[in-house]
């Protein structure tokens, strides 16, 4: 599905306007990829919510979250994550 989100941007196809936040999460999560390696819940929700403007959606479920340990507030990076992000 990444794969054709990427095409897609790419092409520049036309979105419908609730398209519009599937490709803002897309971008959010391809970014927080590249920056860690991995996916990093905290800055994917920041990075989401800056784009989509939609910034107190949700927002009453983070505390539960980060009382259960849901949301780490450091991101864990991978080794070599150079070389993957390369090929994003």
């Known amino acids: 599905m990444d794969h054709l989100r990427e095409t897609a941007l790419a092409k520049k196809v036309q979105n419908r306007k609730a398209g519009k936040n599937i490709i803002n999460f897309h971008k ?5 990829v590249k ?3 991995r996916s990093y819940e905290v800055g994917l929700v920041v990075d989401y919510k800056l784009r989509s403007r939609n910034l107190l959606q949700d927002v009453d479920l983070a505390p539960e979250m980060l009382k259960r340990g849901k949301l780490p507030l450091l991101p864990e990076n991978i080794k070599g994550k150079r070389a993957y992000s390369e090929h994003l």
């Open 35 to 37: 920056k860690t390696g």
């Open 28 to 32: 959010s999560f391809m970014n927080m």
